[in-house]
């Protein structure tokens, strides 16, 4: 990333979170889905015609921090499709993402224990491969998150399929 945090610029004195990236190894019932769509782009310029959508829940396990204090980890999850012109083209994307298995063990303080998927976001690597982004917040000492359940829409130009 470049220092933003889904949109945000990031507090140049706040400490960058731990980062955990996975693969497609990491994840349970991975699902893609293609469909074309038409365009009403010009002949003359080459729009989206593809959605892609892709499904899973990630394997994260990240927690269990031993404190009460906040703290945050990004996970980064390769998608394992490249998006270098050949065959597809990177237009724009909207992922979503949500707790699919949060763990909450109190302490015996009683003090509040949150898990949190703060916002996702999804970026091209520099070998032009999607990666998807989970920004992580838990407080609590038995604070942690287990899964995370993400769609991830991208509109794509396929240049397997031609304009009509």
Known sequence: ?????????????????????????NVDNPQMLSVGILSRASPFVAGPNT???????????VGLNGDDNAHSTDV?????V????????????????????PVFTPNQAGAPITCAVNCTETDLDENLNLRVFFHCGLTG???????IAYQVNVLAFDSRFPPS
Do not use: E, W
């Open 1 to 25: 990333m470049n220092g933003n945090l889904c949109g945000q610029a990031q507090d140049p004195g706040y400490p960058s979170p731990a980062t955990r990236t996975i693969t497609l190894a």
């Open 51 to 61: 959605l892609l959508i892709f499904t899973g829940i990630a394997l994260v396990d």
């Open 76 to 80: 980064i999850l390769d998608l394992g």
């Open 82 to 101: 490249k998006f270098d012109n050949n065959p597809l083209t990177f237009f724009q994307s909207a992922p979503v993402a949500a707790l699919a298995s």
């Open 141 to 147: 000492t038995s604070a942690g998150i287990n899964r």
